[in-house]
C-alpha cells in the first residue's frame, strides 16, 4: 500500500498569503496520478488538481499543483477567505488508491 | 442540483449488513464515459477509498474490504449500490457516492481516475 505523508497538519495564513501544502509518497507514483481536493466542513471533497498538475473544470488558476516520483506541492497563489479548508492529496496509481491525512489550512 | 444522491438507512446493528444506493440524474450510468464508487469518511477523520465499477462490469475493491464489499449497477434505474457485510463500529462514517471521468487518466492504465464528483454524503451510524 501506498501511503500519501502530508505537510504540514495545519497552516495558518492570512488572506492574501500564499499557501504551500507538500504530498510525500512512499514509492514512486508513475505517470504523476496525484490527485489534490478540497474539503470544507460538512461538505463532500471538491477536485482541485489531477495528473499531479492539470486543474479541474472551474477551478480559479490561484490554485497550481506540481512534483513527480514521490513529492507532490499544490500551491495556492493569494489566499481567499473561501480557501481556508482542508486538503487532501490521492493516489491512483495502485490499488489502494490511497488519500493523505489531510492539511488543514486555517486563517491567522 | 444535485448530480448524485445516496439513500439508505442511517443506521446499521453490528454483524448486519450495510446498503447504500446512489442515484444519478445527470447522465447515463451504461456510457463508459465514467467510473462510479464509493468512498467514506469516519467522524472527524480522513477519506478512505472502498471501491468502484465500470459500466462494463468490473469492480475494484478496496482490498481491506474486498471479503465484505459488493458494488452493483441497476442500469434500469440509473442507480450503483454499495453493500457491506458484516458491519462493526469501525464501519461508522460519511459514505460518499462518486463519479470518476475515465479521461483523466492521462496516460491510460488498468486503474481508476480521481473523483470529480461526489454526491452530498451519507451519515450511516453501525450501533446496536
Same mark, same amino acid.
Given at each position: 500500500?501506498?501511503?500519501?505523508?502530508?505537510?504540514? %497538519?495545519?497552516?495558518?495564513?492570512?488572506?492574501?498569503?500564499?499557501?504551500?501544502?507538500?504530498?510525500?509518497?512512499?514509492?514512486?507514483?508513475?505517470?504523476?496520478?496525484?490527485?489534490?481536493?478540497?474539503?470544507?466542513? %460538512?461538505?463532500?471533497?471538491?477536485?482541485?488538481?489531477?495528473?499531479?498538475?492539470?486543474?479541474?473544470? %472551474?477551478?480559479?488558476?490561484?490554485?497550481?499543483?506540481?512534483?513527480?516520483?514521490? %513529492?507532490?506541492?499544490?500551491?495556492?497563489?493569494?489566499?481567499?477567505?473561501?480557501?481556508?479548508?482542508?486538503?487532501?492529496?490521492?493516489?491512483?496509481?495502485?490499488?489502494?488508491?490511497?488519500?493523505?491525512?489531510g492539511?488543514?489550512?486555517?486563517i491567522? | 442540483?444535485l448530480?448524485?444522491?445516496?439513500?439508505?438507512?442511517g443506521?446499521?446493528?453490528p454483524?448486519?449488513?450495510? *446498503?447504500?444506493?446512489?442515484?444519478?440524474?445527470?447522465?447515463?450510468? *451504461?456510457? *463508459?464515459t465514467?467510473?462510479?464508487?464509493?468512498?467514506?469518511?469516519?467522524?472527524?477523520?480522513? /477519506?478512505?477509498?472502498?471501491?468502484?465499477?465500470?459500466?462494463s462490469? *468490473?469492480?475494484?475493491?478496496?482490498?481491506? /474490504?474486498?471479503?465484505?464489499?459488493?458494488?452493483?449497477?441497476?442500469?434500469s434505474?440509473?442507480?450503483?449500490?454499495?453493500?457491506?457485510s458484516?458491519?462493526?463500529?469501525a464501519?461508522?462514517?460519511?459514505?460518499?457516492?462518486?463519479?470518476?471521468?475515465?479521461?483523466? /487518466?492521462?496516460?491510460?492504465?488498468?486503474?481508476?481516475?480521481?473523483?470529480?464528483?461526489?454526491?452530498?454524503?451519507?451519515?450511516?451510524?453501525?450501533?446496536?
Open positions: 500500500e501506498i501511503v500519501l505523508t502530508q505537510s504540514p %497538519g495545519t497552516l495558518s495564513l492570512s488572506p492574501g498569503a500564499r499557501a504551500t501544502l507538500s504530498c510525500r509518497a512512499s514509492q514512486s507514483l508513475t505517470s504523476n496520478y496525484l490527485a489534490w481536493y478540497q474539503q470544507k466542513p %460538512g461538505q463532500a471533497p471538491r477536485l482541485l488538481i489531477y495528473g499531479a498538475s492539470s486543474r479541474a473544470t %472551474g477551478i480559479p488558476d490561484r490554485f497550481s499543483g506540481s512534483g513527480s516520483g514521490t %513529492g507532490f506541492t499544490l500551491t495556492i497563489t493569494r489566499l481567499e477567505p473561501e480557501d481556508f479548508a482542508v486538503y487532501f492529496c490521492q493516489q491512483y496509481v495502485i490499488s489502494p488508491y490511497t488519500f493523505g491525512q492539511t488543514k489550512l486555517e491567522k | 442540483q448530480h448524485q444522491q445516496e439513500s439508505g438507512p443506521l446499521v446493528k454483524s448486519e449488513t450495510l *446498503s447504500l444506493t446512489c442515484t444519478v440524474s445527470d447522465g447515463s450510468i *451504461s456510457s *463508459s465514467y467510473f462510479w464508487g464509493w468512498i467514506r469518511q469516519p467522524p472527524g477523520k480522513g /477519506l478512505e477509498w472502498i471501491g468502484n465499477i465500470y459500466y462490469g *468490473s469492480t475494484y475493491y478496496n482490498p481491506s /474490504l474486498k471479503s465484505r464489499l459488493a458494488i452493483s449497477v441497476d442500469t434505474k440509473n442507480q450503483f449500490s454499495l453493500r457491506l458484516s458491519v462493526t463500529a464501519d461508522t462514517a460519511v459514505y460518499f457516492c462518486t463519479r470518476s471521468p475515465r479521461r483523466m /487518466l492521462t496516460f491510460g492504465g488498468l486503474t481508476v481516475p480521481p473523483i470529480d464528483l461526489c454526491g452530498q454524503g451519507t451519515f450511516v451510524i453501525v450501533s446496536s
